[in-house]
């Protein structure tokens, strides 16, 4: 069970916006920034939003990052084959005082 | 260009000591604010973070795991060192390690292209 809940799966078309949830508490993203981090198949994570909404150099501006209270989300608008992994959210946790994940979502491009 | 690179057995026996090594260019942990942690991913499963050693030797562990975990650095070799006692096949997972940065805590990038550990007898 991860300390933050993500939906296990989300799917889109080539060209749709899909946005995919991450939820914790006030000992995680309540108080500290927000990561996302992309999985392709086979390969090891990446990091692809930083600190809730900023991307990194070299991620395409068609991932952004938004964060609200305990809550937070990846959208990812003009959606690509290429584009299908899974997707971690992370923060620290100040009651756990370690990094904590969540269970991760599985993208399908149809 | 930051590299890491996970080493260490690709299998181990119920009950062993896990020892892996990551080997690390392009920073220093002797550098202020530099930090290197290692997260672990059984086959098909989530990520987990299991420790944390920061440049000054600060070091975090995994609640869950902390009584089996030992974490280490020498600088001049630029490698970090994370041992597991008591392995157990559900310890079967890919190891990474990973860069990171003091106060920033879900920072981490880039990562090592991780180890396989099978565990069994």
């Known amino acids: 069970q991860s300390v933050l809940t993500q939906p296990p799966s989300a799917s889109g078309t080539p060209g749709q916006r899909v946005t995919i949830s991450c939820s914790g508490s006030?000992?995680?993203?309540?108080?500290?920034?927000l990561y996302w981090y992309q999985q392709l198949p086979g390969t090891a994570p990446k990091l692809l939003i930083s600190?809730?909404?900023q991307r990194p150099s070299g991620v395409p501006d068609r991932f952004s990052g938004s964060k609200s209270g305990t809550s937070a989300s990846l959208a990812i608008s003009g959606l690509r084959s290429e584009d299908e992994a899974d997707y971690y959210c992370?923060?620290?946790?100040?009651?756990?005082?370690?990094?904590?994940f969540g269970g991760g979502t599985k993208l399908t491009v149809l | 260009q930051v590299t890491l690179r996970e080493s260490g057995p690709a299998l181990v026996k119920p009950t062993q000591t896990l020892t892996l090594t990551c080997t690390f260019s392009?920073?220093?942990?002797?550098?202020?604010?530099?930090?290197v942690s290692w997260i672990r991913q059984p086959p098909g499963k989530a990520l987990e973070w299991l420790a944390r050693?920061?440049?000054?030797?600060?070091?975090y562990y995994s609640t869950s795991l902390k009584t089996r975990l030992t974490i280490s650095k020498d600088t001049s070799k630029n490698q970090v060192v994370l041992t597991m006692t008591n392995m157990d096949p559900v310890d079967t997972a890919t190891y990474y390690c990973?860069?990171?940065?003091?106060?920033?805590?879900?920072?981490?990038?880039?990562w090592g292209q991780g180890t396989l550990v099978t565990v069994s007898s």
């Open positions: 990973a860069r990171g940065l003091e106060g920033v805590g879900g920072w981490l990038d880039p």
């Open positions: 392009g920073f220093s942990l002797s550098t202020s604010g530099m930090c």
């Open positions: 050693i920061e440049w000054d030797d600060d070091k």
């Open positions: 006030s000992s995680n993203i309540g108080t500290n920034f």
């Open positions: 600190r809730n909404n």
């Open positions: 992370a923060a620290w946790d100040d009651s756990l005082t370690g990094v904590v």
